[in-house]
């Protein structure tokens, strides 16, 4: 079956562990570009409480039995066969009214979300099951008494309500750090376009990867779902910033104070610098992308751009150059290969845009493209839910309303002059919060005094310019590393932002007591738990290494031939280190001192065992500090305990972090930090 083609599929809901049909026929639902019935989607009679109490049940209690890497691991899989079924999804992509083009970015942008998340756990989280956060918290002078933030997998579902604009990346990117958590979730996509999620969520089922229980999807009316949330639920949510505080508001979500994340649609705005003028670089990007926000997807993202906010000076050229390249975007069925712009996703969806472009039309009047008019290459305007670009210019923006607060989910942009920088940013912030803005400027004064007023206002601001024009991904393009959402009307919430979005689904607790319990707790070794003293911990594989491990070395003194060889060697001749008497003078020394890096090569010579074994390489230092100036005739010894053995799940070793602390002869500490080495699961070594 194609995304235009006739035959219409019952959708069904996987739920309790089964994929489920709702009582009835289930209700039509079209495809965008043609009118005709695509699918069937219903939810009657089926069970969300057991829903729930299954996914806490199984789905909860199999991830959180993993770690975090293979939890990682698993959605990396995932990930790849997904990417192997891409053309499966594009084709059911044109059904959505989008072009295979806007199709990549929700299909294999969502993909490549999962992908991202996958790695960016892998690479910078432990491989455990409990993070810490944040250093050790000394609570006594005798290191009987210390306190740890942890984070734990809550023991709930995550409920992600999603968008009709996005089904796959809307789900990938929400699912991607509930799972890596260790939280399991329920999908519930928007009907309008709920055939095309139900499919990859099928295919990723079908891998067999994932855990009883971890994915579960509801196609169709959510109905009571949300009433049986508990305590350790989260509940998230893109949408209607009207139907979002509707669901924020429920009874159950206010009872057991359930964690609600909204992402709704905001009056994004892109700011043309008042430095770049027609004939710049900066002017022809911003109006290439002004453009391009207007039409992908035919204007349906939450990231698009609605407000045009220029400089008077060049509010005629920007208004002609944007009217050009717009009436210059063909628009058709979204399969026909010369169609750069398809449908919106319902008739319906067509008609509210409509209306709320003849609302606009009360403050601003249309200057390029029409609500009845259009050309198109292939389709029918009866039955597809096309819509021509409309441009609007309002002349007194300041004072206006409506192109501040009233948004057309569509292909529609409005035009506003600026005087000056300051005007600028308040017209931005009268969007009262958005997702994204962008300014496209070349000039440094311009960004700071622009970008500094937008921030409080917006979740992200993209500066584009002529150095970063080929490598940018754009206003509307919300990346994995980055948080997505804003403040106000845009919802308040948070989405992704790299691993900040995994411990969204994460209870932050302060633990507190003996270091050899927290220890017990954590899996890192702090100062005053336990150690072990036998052989070398150097000479010790994975296998046989446990934190607490540990050599206190022999004394090295630290001579005025030592700092001078040194300083001759590496060229680092700092006055506090060759001259007695600039030394003397600097508040911090009494007189000559060693090179804080002398002190780190001298501690590896006394730590380091120099045969071949299972530490394989020293691959970096975390959180190096000087504490106490060395002297000419200072000793210095150290003492080096195994803190963290982080396995890798897919190679032969593992990262394993130390902590080395170096004191002088009267016990004080003149340097700590972190070593980081690669070591054998074995040794010797299996080839």
Known sequence: MNGTGNTARRLESYV????????????????????????????????FRAALEWGRAAGGRALRAMTIHERALLLKAVGLKLMEQKEEFYLENFATGATRKDGWIDIEGGIGTLLTF?????????????????????LSRDSTFAAQHILTPLRGVAIHINAFNFPVWGMLEKIAPSLIAGMPCIVKPASQTAYLTELVVRRILETGLLPDGALQIVTGSARDLLDHVIEQDVVTFTGSASTGQKLKSGPAILQHSVRFTMEADSLNASILGIDAGPGTEEFDLFVKEVSREMTVKAGQKCTAIRRVIVPKMHEGAVVEALSRRLEGTTIGLPD??????????????????KSKVGMLAQEAEIVSGSLNEIDLVSGD?????????????????????????????????????????????????????????????????????????LAPFHGRVLIGNRRSAKSSTGHGSPLAPLVHGGPGRAGGGEEMGGMRGVKHFMQRTAVQGAPELLSAVTGQWLDGAPVRADVHPFRKSLAELTIGDQIVTESREVTQADVEHFAKFTGDTFYAHMDSEAAKANPFFDDRVAHGYLIASFAAGLFVDPDPGPVLANYGVDNLRFLTPVYFGDSLKVRLTCKEINPRENAEHGEVRWDCQVTNQNDEVVAQYDVLTMVAKTWPAVT
């Open 16 to 47: 309790e562990g089964a994929w489920r049909t709702g009582e009835g026929d289930g209700k039509p639902v079209l495809n965008a570009a043609t009118g005709q019935i695509h699918a069937l989607i219903g939810t009657d009679g089926l069970d």
């Open 118 to 138: 996958a790695s960016k756990a892998r690479r910078e989280l432990p491989n455990t099951k409990v993070l810490t956060e944040g250093p050790v918290e000394p």
């Open 336 to 353: 026909d290969e010369r169609a750069r712009m398809g449908a919106l996703v319902s008739l319906k969806d067509r008609e509210d845009v």
């Open 381 to 453: 305007t009866e039955t597809g839910a096309f819509m021509a670009p409309v441009l609007l210019r309002c002349g007194n923006p300041v004072i206006a309303e409506a192109v501040h607060s009233v948004e057309a989910f569509g292909p529609v942009a409005t035009v506003m002059a600026y005087e000056d920088n300051d005007e600028a940013v308040i017209l931005a912030q009268k969007g009262r919060g958005s997702l994204v803005s962008s300014l496209f400027t070349n000039d440094n004064a311009v960004a700071r005094e622009v970008v500094t007023g």
